[in-house]
């Protein structure tokens, strides 16, 4: 059952395509596989997602060298992963939920939370495509606020890194111009923002340098989570509500098999592939409905044209009559 499983999630498609793998009925195959799901999927979370969190503390990453190399005093990287969903059915106000004007498509966002080492160490439940990446921290926020705080172990250890001054009990968190401005409220290190008119200091660029570099974990670690897995990489046709149980199912599998084979600068490729065909799709989109508005608006002109003078070739003399002014002022004539 495991095998049928990991199967469907790997190569995705259709349940019929996935059933007849297996010689088997379609309703009956996808209720098996779901079934079996939901029994070990809290499982799955607890030890490959939830209990790794636990583990890598800053504590253990400062005593196995494996601390963030231009920024230290970040605990893990955080970022939302975006995947391509059909159109939902319902009302054009429920439909434009799932709608993000960043990839031009329908579909569902996720925030997962990486350390140094490559391990996801949360992520959360879906929520559709038109939120912003900020609001979903802000829902998550208990969790942050929880896994950035000092231990009483942590306390003692050397933290020389930004806003110490203003969180000397927290530990930093690593993210991407989308959440520009949570350093208001959290020890969050994002890139610095380009002035209004201006152009960003060589300081302020090596500086956004610095945060990329470091936060490539998490981009690295979403390419090996789409290369693994087609069901998070192609677009989603199953069921919606069960997204969140296939996502965290695959989270765990990752993370197991990052265990074995550490991540690499090659895996942000998968994903920069991926973004790269949302954004193409989208642009052909995009282009094909201009065409089909250019069209319209030529043939609506023409079937004005039929009954409505130009402007060019109206001719007026005279005695060409025009409607009545509706009154007997004579102030019209």
Known sequence: MLFMTVTSMKHCGTWDVVATMFAAASPTFSKRVITFLEAIHPHLKTKYIDNVGAKWTMEHLTSTGQ????????????????????????????KKMYYS??????GLK?????????????????VPGSVADFSIFEANEAFHADKMRKTDAERDMPDAGPMLDEYPN?????ADKGYQGLHRRMRAITPAKRPPGGLLTMSDMEYNDN????????????????TLWAIVNESYTWKRENYDLYLQTCVAFTNCHIRFSPLRVDDSHER?????????????????HAVA????REKRKLRLGT????????????????YPSGDDSGIFE
């Open 67 to 94: 601390r963030f190399a231009n920024f230290p005093a970040a605990l893990y990287a955080v970022d939302v992963t975006f995947q391509k969903t059909n159109a939902p059915a319902g009302t054009f106000s429920e």
């Open 101 to 106: 004007k960043k990839h031009g498509h329908y």
């Open 110 to 126: 996720v925030e997962a939370s990486v350390v140094p080492t490559g391990f996801a160490i949360n992520v959360t439940a879906a």
């Open 170 to 174: 927290d530990w930093a968190i690593l």
């Open 211 to 226: 945060i990329a570099t470091d936060r490539v974990i998490v981009e690295n670690y979403f390419g090996r989570l789409k």
């Open 272 to 288: 920069n592939r991926y973004l790269n065909a949302l954004m193409s799709s989208s642009a052909k989109k995009k282009a094909k």
């Open 293 to 296: 508005v250019k069209k319209h």
């Open 307 to 322: 009954f409505l003078p130009s402007g060019e070739n109206a001719y007026f003399d005279s005695d060409t009559e025009f």
